[in-house]
């Protein structure tokens, strides 16, 4: 979606003073709109952060995820359960309010705020990282949140799997990010030859993919644990390439984590790319597959 055609997805769901607001905002500007009931809705931008007049009642809220939800929330327990909705156009809905447990499952019972992440789509953000990747294409993109990890992912799965030169790219989306997959279609462009898992953990999707779709990249976010670790180890034993992200503000700090000082010890990527705090998917480091640092633009 472009911004024309997402704020008119969202704008019918919004009363007339946010639709209003919605209509000076620039492509590219909305960030995130958060609604809490009985508070005013919030507005974060590239560059500010407004507080609106429109406080939302209970009732007025759950009207508006219902409506954004396209009338499908309860049917998607399993996703609300989880925290959060993929909606159309890949943008996602944070829920937060009252949750029970059932039979080991989280159910969602009273919504009290939402988070709309506005999905936002950057081609050529990883034209730097490209330059790098031409024969082996394996990356580690840290950053703290906000930073543009999962963008300059989308972007760098994008450009590996379009052109003459396309490799078989395999996206484990695990959080419904990357590809915003709605109904096991991507919602996000990440390429002609980009196959998406989407839902499922690292630890099952990694040799899902190596067994169903015989992948040369295989694209992922945010590594965390032993068993992704452990999981992105067998992948490129099996000769996959692997581009992930992580959670940190330096190479350093990154390191100091046991599951990825695992993989670093093991020089599992070929390099790695530290995103600058401001955010934007702006690089502030560099670092070849043996920690030393590269030229960074």
């Known amino acids: ?88 156009g890949g943008h996602r809905m944070g829920l937060c309010g009252r949750v029970t447990k059932t039979d080991d499952q989280s159910v969602l019972t009273d919504i009290g705020s939402v988070c709309i992440r506005i999905a936002g789509e950057w081609p050529g953000a990883a034209d730097t990282l490209m330059r790098h990747l031409r024969e082996a294409p394996s990356a580690l993109i840290i950053g703290a949140p906000g930073t543009g990890k999962t963008t300059m992912l989308r972007d760098l799965a994008r450009q590996l799997s379009t052109g003459r030169s396309a490799r078989q790219v395999a996206i484990v989306d695990e959080r419904s990010e990357l590809a915003a997959c709605v109904t096991g279609v991507p919602q996000l462009n990440v390429g002609d030859a980009a196959d998406v898992l989407d839902g499922l953990p690292k630890r099952d999707a990694l040799p899902w993919l190596i067994r169903a779709m015989s992948p040369q990249v295989i694209v992922t976010d945010e590594l965390s644990g032993p068993e992704d670790a452990s999981a992105v180890l067998e992948a490129m034993g099996c000769g996959a390439f692997i581009c992930a992200s992580a959670h940190g503000s330096s190479l350093q700090e990154a390191a100091s984590r046991p599951a990825l000082a695992t993989l670093m010890a093991r020089r599992a990527f070929h390099l790695y790319a530290v995103l600058s705090p401001e955010g934007g998917g702006q690089l502030s480091a560099l670092y070849d597959r043996t920690g030393s640092p590269l030229p960074c633009p």
Not at 8 to 30: H, K, V, Y
Not at 46 to 73: C, G
């Open 1 to 88: 979606m472009d911004w024309n055609e997402t704020r008119l997805f969202l704008a019918p769901c919004f009363p007339e003073e946010l639709r209003s607001e919605m209509d000076m905002l620039l492509p590219g500007e909305l960030r995130e709109i958060r609604v809490r009931a009985d508070r005013p809705t919030v507005f974060v931008t590239a560059t500010r952060t407004a507080s609106l007049p429109w406080k939302p009642e209970k009732l007025q809220l759950e009207s508006l995820v219902e409506a954004l939800s396209e009338h499908s929330l309860y049917a998607r327990a399993e996703e609300t359960g989880q925290g959060y909705l993929t909606l159309r």
